[in-house]
């Protein structure tokens, strides 16, 4: 059974930086297509960033790109996301996810992690 344990959330200032850390209990990265979601409660879950176990391309929202980088190391079976200039937007619950052949989307996906808080102050 696979799991994803995400880690790095916390609070921070409007401007700040996080980076936020998933990390699979076997190979998981090596063999999926990983990506970060986010979810504030009682709203849809939204799309944040994913990435290619193939290519190593990334995709982003809209909302994020630009501030945000998503990467994988599959020697430690960690993906990242390195958010940057941090809003209180960005204020939500943030999930890693990984799927089997495709990308993960907000509705699909092989595994989810936890999640862990991100919480922007003004």
């Known amino acids: 059974q696979v799991q994803l344990v995400e880690t790095g959330g916390g609070l921070v200032q409007a401007g700040g930086s996080l980076t936020l850390s998933c990390t699979a209990s076997v190979h998981t990265v090596r063999y999926n297509d990983m990506g970060w979601f986010r979810r504030a409660p009682g709203k849809e879950r939204e799309f944040v960033a994913v990435i290619s176990r193939n290519s190593g391309n990334s995709y982003y929202a809209d909302s994020v790109k630009g501030r945000f980088t998503i990467s994988r190391d599959a020697a430690k079976n960690t993906i990242y996301l390195q958010m940057n200039s941090l809003k209180p937007e960005d204020t939500d619950v943030y999930y890693c996810?990984?799927?089997?052949?495709?990308?993960?989307?907000?509705?699909?996906?092989?595994?989810w992690g936890q999640g862990t808080q991100v919480t922007v102050s003004s």
């Open positions: 996810a990984a799927r089997l052949g495709a990308m993960p989307t907000t509705t699909t996906a092989d595994y």
